[in-house]
């Protein structure tokens, strides 16, 4: 998504800073009050003059200018950490305003960009706890979900950050379903889902040449109990056809045959799969008992 996207967080029209008024009007206070008081011991005129020196640290800019600054940064200069860091000064400089909310936004979406995704998260969430009924918070919780999504490890790695997507993915469906946002965060909830079910695929592979059936079979069962949406289905249940039939549950190997033959007649895995229990003298048989037949059932695809 371009800038131009987040259109609430781009109009309005120019705002007085007031944070920068409050600023030089409390330094104003500051120096009326030292003037009154009297001059004491040889030490203090240079004190004062250093009190009264012009300060620049504290020197404010624009809203809009550091704000507009920003946004050419991000879509001129294509440098989206420098951006950052302009729209991340409008809130230093004017907290108050409402460039600063909009600024508050725009710098988590240059954050994204940078791929600086840990940033991203934090300013992100701070807009969505500071402005939960702005427009734009659906987008800043999706931005919280792509940058962890974006963070998605292989399925040799721990998957918490994929844990931590799914999450987020979800908050975007549940808390924003009518927002454009909510069909995007879907996609990737599937994307996230069906990499939990290739880790558990891979473990599960492991142990069943480890010939450690029983703990491959759950590995497999978690996919087909969880995970039926996802391309790993059909190999977990000619995985589970294999292991069953290594330990002698020939029941459960033809139903795991049968759904798999009733729900995949074309898969690769299937012909695998019913070569496998044919071996053995048997036929896939389907088990409505079973909770491979269950889980099917459950989510219409029995």
């Given amino acids: 998504m371009s800038a131009q996207h987040v259109t609430s967080a781009q109009r309005g ?16 206070v500051a120096s009326v009050t030292v003037l009154a008081l009297p001059l004491a011991g040889c030490g203090t005129g240079a004190l004062w003059d250093k009190f009264l020196a ?6 404010d800019e624009p809203a809009d200018k550091l704000y507009n600054e920003g946004l050419y940064l991000l879509n001129q200069s294509k440098d989206p950490k420098a951006a950052s860091k302009k729209f991340e000064e409008v809130d230093r400089q004017h907290p108050y305003s409402d460039w600063a909310r909009k600024a508050l ?29 702005s427009p734009d918070a659906a987008y800043a919780q999706y931005l ?36 454009e946002y909510a069909t995007s965060a879907k996609k990737k909830l599937e994307g996230a889902r069906d990499q939990l079910a290739g880790k558990e695929m891979s473990v599960g592979r492991y142990y069943l040449e ?28 000619a995985r589970l056809t294999e292991a069953y039939m290594a330990i002698g549950i020939v029941g459960e190997a033809q139903t795991a045959a049968a759904v798999l033959g009733h729900n995949f007649p074309d898969s690769r ?7 496998l229990v044919k071996s053995g003298g048997l036929e896939p048989s389907e088990n409505q008992g079973s909770y491979i037949s269950k889980a099917f059932r459950k989510f219409g695809l029995g």
């Fill in 54 to 59: 012009k300060d620049e640290t504290y020197k």
């Fill in 210 to 237: 480890k010939r450690d059936y029983t703990a491959a079979i759950n590995r497999f069962k978690t996919v087909v109990t969880r995970y039926q949406t996802t391309r790993h289905v059909e190999e977990a249940l």
């Fill in 269 to 275: 895995w299937y012909k695998d799969a019913y070569n």
């Fill in 13 to 28: 029209s120019t705002v007085e800073a007031r944070g920068g008024r409050a600023w030089r009007a409390l330094r104003l």
């Fill in 144 to 179: 919280i979900a792509a940058s962890h999504y974006d963070q998605i490890p292989d399925v040799s790695r721990d998957q918490g950050r994929t844990e931590k997507a799914m999450a987020a993915l979800e908050e975007v469906s549940r808390k924003y379903p009518t927002s």
């Fill in 105 to 133: 936004l725009m710098s988590a979406y240059a954050y994204y960009e940078a791929g600086d995704y840990d940033s991203c998260i934090g300013s992100a969430t701070r807009y969505v706890t500071l402005h939960p009924g």
